[in-house]
């Protein structure tokens, strides 16, 4: 049952021009958060903005045994974000959650491969702590821009996730885009038994998609779509859901999602 | 002073409060029964039913705009079948006083739906869609002509003893006369008023952002229109008027009973705070007791236009 926190800024940290890292007091949030999740954020109590906007659950923040709360990636891209990159401790920001069908994390023998593209490394902080605790090997493709663009390298690392980089200038990693190395371990990774997870703009989950299907690996992508309610009362975040041989019928991704399989989603 | 009676009433319905979730902004109620006490709800209007499923638009649907959204869903529904097998039992053990919002192409199947629903266990009301800006074979044809509305009131007021309200659109130059030819086809009740056509242009690409090129705008933008329309239906009709538009506080709600509402719709607000329920209904109680008003539908229509009336105000 999800709950509407007023969640007090713990800090906020800068990570480059766009990106930021937010730090909110919300333990009742952050206690039943699975991985996947997101909550729907308001900032300030005005009609400008005026809908809540989704953000994926980054960390679940402990000290010791103790949840002190939640982060969320963000980038800036309109108004919301703007806020929340100018948002500094002691604000409050309204977060309502948690809310969404969470990833599935595999158990072993099987392995996890995470795929991020962007701020589309936000569910898979969450999805990592799942796996750890289940013993299951992960890796993370993870693609960006540029260098001064990926994130969080360290804490995955820590973790023990395998990380594969991919940048679009070829800064670090694979020059190109995300699915370039994927599909290369794919090919290379014959007898194992891997699940696809994959967050980013709708064409990377598309390709992830279909490159994970040409191998025979089921995949479970997170969408984001223009969402009103996060709740299922609005029905403007659909999805086109296979629904027999040909036809599709819309899925609202707020509570049939944001996680679906990557074989379901009829892509435009 | 006792506590207030919040209690308010409809024709033959009695509703516990004038609380009211509008149509389309609910889904069908039960989305909301983890966070909301759906017996606490004067009402719940659920979304928009045909006869049959319908797929609705395709993205995007929805556009913040200022102080309101854009909305083009397309009436996205699992028909009135599924819904009443599939939804209203739900409704039923939640104690939900359920107006279900029904929508036609053509006459015989606004008359078909009020056929069904009548025999369906649970249903308090019907709410007459004839005012959809975003569909185009839909029951604004009915709603934007004085004759179509009246002929659809009253065809439906034949075939059901349920209360009948039809939710008129805005998109008109004098809504009051609807609300007129409503009252004269025998409505119960009129509610008002739905979205205001409207649209928005991504000027990079110089495409409109909803995929049906135009959509209804709703939120506190609109809010000062919609008062001012039910203040004039008021002024038009003696059965109770459903006002909404924009409200997002008490304070809000409020101004609609002034103004002549005798209940009020809840919908983008509940988007934004769907836990609004209890403060919008703390906040009237409070202005009642200190207003030293007992019951809340003394303050319908309690404008005070001394000496302000306007000429050119419709009669």
Known sequence: ?268 | MSEPDLSVRLGSLRLANPLIAASGCFGYGVEYADVVDLSLLGGVAVKGLFLKERQGHPPERIVETPAGMLNAIGLQGIGVHRFIKEKLPELRDRRATVIVNICGSTLDEYVELARILSDAEGVAALELNISCPNIKEGGITFGCSLNGTFEVVSAVKKVTRLPVIPKLTPNVTDVASFARASEEAGADAVSLVNTFLAMAIDIETRRPVLSNIVGGLSGPAIRPIAVRMVYECRRAVKIPVIGMGGIASARDAIEFLIAGATAVQVGTANFVDPFIWTKLLDGIREYLERHGIAHVSALTGTIDTTSREKQWISS
Not at chain 1, 12 to 30: G, M, W
Not at chain 1, 93 to 114: I, K
Not at chain 1, 131 to 140: E, F
Not at chain 1, 221 to 229: F, H, I
């Open chain 1, 1 to 268: 049952m999800p709950v509407d926190v007023e969640a007090r800024v713990i800090r906020n940290t800068r990570l480059s021009p766009d990106y930021n890292v937010i730090a909110l007091a919300a333990p009742e949030i952050a206690a039943v958060t699975a991985p996947g999740q997101f909550v729907m954020v308001k900032l300030g109590r005005g009609s400008v903005p005026l809908l809540r906007r989704p953000f994926s659950v980054f960390e679940v923040l402990r000290t010791g045994d103790r949840v002190d709360g939640i982060s969320l990636l963000s980038k800036r891209v309109g108004v919301t974000t703007d806020m929340l990159f100018e948002a500094v401790e002691g604000d409050v920001v309204s977060c309502l959650g948690p809310l969404g069908r969470p990833f599935e994390p595999v158990d072993p023998p099987a392995e996890a491969w995470m795929v991020a593209g962007g701020v589309g490394l936000a569910p898979f902080a969450t999805l990592t702590e799942a796996l750890r605790a289940r013993a299951t090997a992960a890796t993370l493709f993870y693609g960006a821009r540029s260098g001064g663009e990926l994130f969080y390298l360290d804490w995955f690392e820590s973790r023990g996730v395998r990380l594969v980089l991919s940048t679009e200038d070829g800064s670090i990693g694979d020059h190109g885009r995300v699915t370039m190395p994927l599909e290369r371990h794919l090919r290379a990774a014959t007898g194992s038994d891997t699940t696809v997870y994959a967050c980013g703009p709708e064409p990377m989950l598309e390709a992830v998609a279909r490159v994970a299907a040409k191998y025979g690996r089921p995949s479970q992508v997170s969408v984001e779509r223009v969402m009103g309610c996060g709740l299922g009362g609005c029905y403007s975040c659909v999805i086109p859901v296979r629904n027999g041989r040909e036809g599709h019928h819309y899925v609202r991704s707020c509570i049939g999602g944001p996680v679906f399989a990557g074989d379901e989603i009829v892509w435009d």
